[in-house]
């Protein structure tokens, strides 16, 4: 709401300030630089939103019953929520089939005013048990979330482990293939299997050393022959 004073003619916000006060602090050159305001603390207690008072630890503040609205709640504050909802779903049935009878019987009956009152009433409380599963809801939403991230987590250390194998094959195969060519004895290449398998199961940096150590090996023996 935005109202203004006679004195000087200006507008003055009487809630949140306008949007462009916010925007234009937060540029792609302000956040590449890092000078853009981090975002407000989440509040702690009671406080102020659009003008209504929200105390987090009274339920109520968030959700309030229907009658601190002025609209008839048609439900007990105890009641079970899907029950009603299934009572106020076959109420808007039947009532929107009389409806319809009374517009075909008589369109200009009183009764019909009355009938509108009676489904917006219905529609009313069904939107109020609704709202009351939001935080379900997002509970819900955000368990879908993590179980989707850790799903693309898994498949993705999957495609990792499958690289790997697949390299370490490679590296075996071009191992074994070398001393076909070489006149190695059998205690020789056995010699040389070791050195590449240990390290193998060492971590990278020692694979590459063990790797090359008998690959220099291959190449001595080569110019010895």
Do not use: W
């Not at 989440?42 to 959700?63: M, Q, R, V, W, Y």
């Not at 370490?168 to 040389?192: D, H, V, W, Y």
């Amino acid at each position: 709401a935005v109202v203004s004073t006679q004195s000087t003619g200006k507008l003055l916000s009487v809630m949140a300030p306008p949007p462009e006060v916010y925007f234009k602090r937060y540029t792609t050159e302000a956040v590449t630089a890092g000078t853009a305001p981090p975002p407000p603390p989440p509040p702690i207690g009671e406080f102020t939103a659009f003008g209504i008072s929200h105390n987090p630890d009274d339920p109520k503040s968030i959700l309030a019953p229907l009658r601190d609205y002025g609209v008839t709640q048609l439900y007990t504050d105890t009641a079970d929520s899907i029950k009603e909802l299934k009572k106020i779903n076959a109420s808007l049935l039947v009532n929107f089939l009389d409806l319809l009878d009374i517009l075909i019987k008589c369109r200009a009956s009183q009764i019909r005013i009355q009938k509108l009152e009676d489904i917006e009433l219905l529609f009313c409380n069904f939107h109020h048990l609704i709202n009351k599963f939001r935080p379900h809801q997002a509970l819900e939403t955000l368990i879908q979330m993590i179980k989707i991230q850790k799903e693309q987590k898994l498949k993705l250390v999957e495609q990792v482990n499958s690289k790997v194998e697949t390299a370490r094959a490679g590296i075996f195969t071009t191992i074994n293939s070398l001393p076909s060519s070489l006149s190695c004895t059998i205690k020789e290449e056995q010699t040389m299997e070791e050195e590449v398998e240990g390290p193998l199961r060492q971590g990278p940096d020692a694979r590459e050393d063990g790797f090359l150590h008998a690959v220099d090996n291959l190449v001595d023996m080569d110019l010895e022959t």
